[in-house]
C-alpha cells in the first residue's frame, strides 16, 4: 500500500508540474488595467518632470490599482467611486510626477464601510508613505509609516469621527524635512522627518509612487490635484 501510495503521488506531481509549465510557457500574461481617461488629475508638471509656474494642465494617467480582491471601480460626473474590496480598492497615477516638494489636495468621501476611506500614498524621494484617513475601526488619522511605525503607532496619530456621505477636504505638503497634513483647513499633521526612516506599509505597495485606496470600505475621491511647489 505504501508503495502505491507514493507512486500515485508521484504521478499526480508530475502531471501538476507539467501542467505549471504549460501554463508558464503558453498562458498570456494579464494584460494591464485601462487607463481610466474619464478621471483626471490637475498637476502643474511638465513632461520633462520640472514644475510649470501657474499652468495646470490635465494628464489622462489613471490606472484601477491591481489589488488582490479589488471592488469595483468606476467613474460619475468627474468623481472616482471605489467600491468596497476584500481588501483593498485603489487608483493609482502613471503620469509626470516629482518626488519631493510638492502640495497634494483633494476631496474624499465614505460611501460605506467602517475603514480607511483614503489612503493617500504619495513619493517621499526615493521612498513613499500614505496619509490615512479614517483606518483601524474608522476613526484614526496619520502618515504611514515613520520608523517603521504605522499610523496607529507613531507620534502623528489622531482620531476623528466622520460622517457618511459627507466630503472631506484632505491636503498633504511633502519637502525634504517636513510631512504636513490637513483636514477642512484643519492642521492634523506637522511632523519632522528629518534623520527618519519614511516608508508605507506593505499593503499599499501597488499605489506606489501615487495612488489613492480604500480598506474593506466604499469611497469616493474627486477633484485631485498634485502641485509641484517652486523655489518662491
Known amino acids: 500500500m505504501r508503495i ?25 500574461s494579464p494584460a494591464p488595467k485601462p ?7 490637475s498637476h502643474n508638471i511638465a513632461p520633462d518632470g520640472k514644475p510649470i509656474d501657474g499652468v ?6 489613471w490606472r484601477v490599482t491591481e489589488f488582490h480582491g479589488s471592488g469595483e ?15 483593498m480598492t485603489g ?3 502613471s503620469g509626470p510626477l516629482v518626488r519631493m516638494n510638492f502640495e497634494v489636495t483633494l476631496e474624499a468621501k465614505r460611501v460605506s464601510g467602517s475603514d480607511f ?9 526615493e521612498s513613499s508613505a500614505s496619509f490615512i484617513v479614517g483606518g ?14 504605522d499610523a496607529y503607532n507613531n507620534e502623528t496619530a489622531r482620531f476623528m469621527d466622520f460622517e457618511m456621505e459627507r466630503w ?17 483647513d484643519k492642521a492634523i499633521v506637522d511632523v519632522s522627518t528629518e534623520d527618519r526612516h519614511v516608508d508605507i506599509r506593505f499593503e499599499v505597495g501597488k499605489s506606489r509612487p501615487f495612488g489613492i485606496a480604500t480598506w474593506r470600505t466604499a469611497g469616493a475621491i474627486r477633484n485631485v490635484r498634485f502641485n509641484a511647489l517652486t523655489e518662491e
Open 56 to 61: 495646470f494642465k490635465e494628464e489622462k494617467g
Open 73 to 87: 471601480v468606476r467613474v460619475e460626473d468627474g468623481v472616482v467611486y471605489l467600491e468596497e474590496g476584500n481588501d
Open 117 to 125: 476611506f483614503c489612503g493617500l500614498t504619495f513619493p517621499y524621494g
Open 136 to 149: 483601524w475601526g474608522g476613526t484614526c488619522v496619520g502618515i504611514s509609516c515613520l520608523d517603521y511605525q
Open 35 to 41: 487607463v481610466m481617461t474619464s478621471f483626471l488629475l
Open 91 to 93: 487608483v493609482t497615477w
Open 4 to 28: 502505491l501510495t507514493t507512486a500515485l503521488l508521484c504521478a499526480i506531481a508530475l502531471t501538476l508540474g507539467g501542467a505549471a509549465a504549460w501554463a508558464e510557457d503558453g498562458a498570456e
Open 168 to 184: 472631506y477636504r484632505i491636503r498633504v505638503r511633502v519637502t525634504d524635512k517636513r510631512i504636513q497634513a490637513w483636514i477642512d
